[in-house]
């Protein structure tokens, strides 16, 4: 449940805290930018960070005005909580079978062809009840919290009806409601032509017609995402779809340049507040995401489920672009789900430095969500806060996932890690 405690508590010490605080929002970030607060200690109240600091002048303050004290008794690192910026874990049913096929030679395109892929899931999450999907998220949910993940947004898609696309909203909303990690909902019903339709254009309007005035008027979701691929939807049928939830005021998202080149330019064109997949981006759309100021959200996961390329990280950030990472985590491309394993990856292949790595997964990752309340440890900020048992923040990329945080705060709460 969420927290409604409005008392001060001072935690701490910390061997060290990395804020994340004052970096820059695009481009690289030398590691030498990092605040690192050595001997540190938060100040906290109620869900809120009052502030950060050296721990023993926190502890005289604390004394004196008789706040309460929350003990850290060993070596401990602490971090802004994780943000998974881009997630499809609303779904019923495996597609270990699809991952056989792919590992034996076949392309994700071709199974999607034959009636695997995101079809196949489909139909598995149409045939769940309510209740089966809030249990199967909530266990995801369970898991990522335990991981470290504080904020995570999930994207619906596995409906393709209006009532279908509306169930998995709701479940959304109500595993959110009753789960600690905050969840973020994104509309995908533009996820594949349903095979209910044989035009995507003619689907498209349906869906800004019937579904999306309800999806506003239930308050289920303030984010449009679309798959722009050829054997999902093109470049024009998805400008246009785009620029209609816009005017309806959804923010936008993209699921851009997985397999080919495209999709940036829509998200470019259409304002969307982020890029997400990027594959196969080449210097072309990392220059048009960097005009447009749009987020690049690269996606390890899918590279590592689907045998495939990473996104070209380092490229992006030399590009001069905001990069954010999260896992895609979904039955298909990207059944992993663990995060921290995957930024690590991503950072050792592409040679990212230790600070753009943990800023695309904190800092970065709330830009790519719109979130300004979070991501950084600072004043006023949520307490969302994780804490790893180790004295140097280095070990923590080092350690390529397999150091999880031992202590999570979810808005000043205290919840116990994997360890
Ligand atoms: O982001 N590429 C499109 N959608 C998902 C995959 C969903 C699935 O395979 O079920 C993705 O990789
Ligand atoms: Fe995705």
């Known amino acids: 449940m969420k927290s409604t405690d409005t008392n001060h508590t001072l935690i701490g010490p910390f061997s060290q805290i990395l804020t994340m605080e004052n970096l820059p929002v695009a481009g690289p970030i030398a ?30 303050e604390a004394v004196e005005h008789k706040y309460k004290l929350e003990l850290i008794r060993e070596p401990m690192v602490l971090l802004p909580g994780l943000i998974d910026a881009h997630t499809h874990m609303c779904f019923a049913g495996s597609r270990a ?8 030679g076949k392309s994700y395109l071709e199974i999607a062809r034959t009636g695997g892929g995101i079809l196949d899931s489909v139909r598995k999450t149409r ?33 393709l009806t209006v009532d279908d696309e509306l169930k998995m909203l709701e479940v959304i909303r109500l595993v959110n409601r009753h789960h600690a990690l905050d969840l973020v909902p994104t509309c995908l019903a533009a996820h594949m032509l349903p095979p209910e339709f044989t035009d995507a254009e003619v689907y498209l309007a349906h869906i800004v017609s019937e579904l999306l005035p309800q999806v506003l008027e239930q308050d289920l979701a303030g984010r449009v995402d679309i798959f722009v691929e ?6 024009k049928a998805a400008t246009k779809y785009l620029l209609a939830a816009k005017d309806m005021g959804f923010d ?23 890029a997400d997949h990027l594959e196969a981006s080449t210097e072309v759309e990392i220059a048009l995401l960097q005009e447009a100021g749009t987020v690049a959200t690269v996606l390890p996961g899918a590279s590592l489920g689907l045998g495939m390329r990473y996104a070209p990280a380092r490229k992006m950030l030399d590009g001069g672009l905001c990069l954010a990472i999260a896992t895609d985590w979904n039955p298909g491309s990207a059944p992993m789900g663990d995060l921290l394993l995957q930024a690590a990856l991503l950072g050792a292949s592409e040679k990212l430095m230790t600070a753009e790595t943990l800023a695309a997964i904190t800092s970065r990752a709330a830009h790519a969500l719109y979130l300004t309340d979070r991501g950084i440890l600072a ?8 804490a790893f048992p180790t004295e140097n923040y ?26």
């Open 127 to 159: 045939d769940a009840s309510i209740v089966e999907l809030v249990e199967l998220l909530k266990r995801r949910c369970d898991r990522h919290l335990s991981e470290g993940v504080t904020t995570c947004e999930v994207k619906s898609g596995y409906g």
């Open 31 to 60: 590691d030498g930018r990092l605040q690192v607060l050595e001997q540190g200690g938060v100040l906290v109240q109620g869900e809120k960070i009052i502030k950060t600091g050296r721990y023993t002048q926190l502890h005289h």
């Open 230 to 235: 050829d054997t999902a939807f093109t470049e």
């Open 379 to 386: 004043t006023g900020k949520l307490a969302d806060m994780i």
């Open 394 to 419: 280095k070990e923590i990329l080092y350690f390529q996932g397999k150091l999880k945080p031992k202590i999570i705060w979810k808005k000043g709460n205290r919840i116990s890690g994997r360890t």
């Open 97 to 104: 079978s699809d991952y056989a096929l792919r590992v034996a």
């Open 252 to 274: 936008l998202t993209v699921h851009a340049d997985q397999f080919s080149t495209g999709g940036s330019r829509v998200a470019a064109e259409a304002g969307s507040v982020s």
